[in-house]
């Protein structure tokens, strides 16, 4: 009994010391994963709104076709399309690189 005891003891311990070893290194650079989820913006998200922002690519979320390639459709349908970089021209930076999206301001005073 004893001997499994400390046998118990001995590999929770094991455990634990290899818990941390494996945490530590994610702590210091989180993992991809969360930050990329910060990044983009919730599934709610309003377009038009603040937090319809994809940080990722820099364009509203809502009209991200990096994100949601079924959009590519409707922009190439205005004629808003890109078809050497593909990309809505309106978000090409490489044919026009003084194109400036600007995220909409935060909504206060609610
Ligand atoms: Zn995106
Ligand atoms: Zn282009």
């Not at 709610?44 to 709104?49: L, R």
Request: with cysteine; hydrophobic share 35%.
């Amino acid at each position: 009994m004893r001997n499994l005891m400390t046998y118990l003891v001995l590999s929770s311990t094991i455990l634990f010391v290899s818990a941390c070893q494996k945490e530590a290194p994610e702590q210091a650079a989180p993992s991809s994963t969360s930050a990329q989820a910060a990044q983009h913006a919730p599934a709610d998200a309003v377009p038009g709104s603040h937090e319809d922002w994809c940080g990722e690519h820099q364009v509203p979320e809502s009209m991200c076709t990096r994100c949601n390639p079924s959009l590519v459709a409707a922009f190439k349908a205005t004629g808003d399309w890109c078809e050497a970089h593909g990309l809505p021209k309106s978000q090409c930076l490489t044919c026009d690189p003084t194109l400036k999206i600007e995220r909409p301001p935060q909504k206060k005073g609610h």
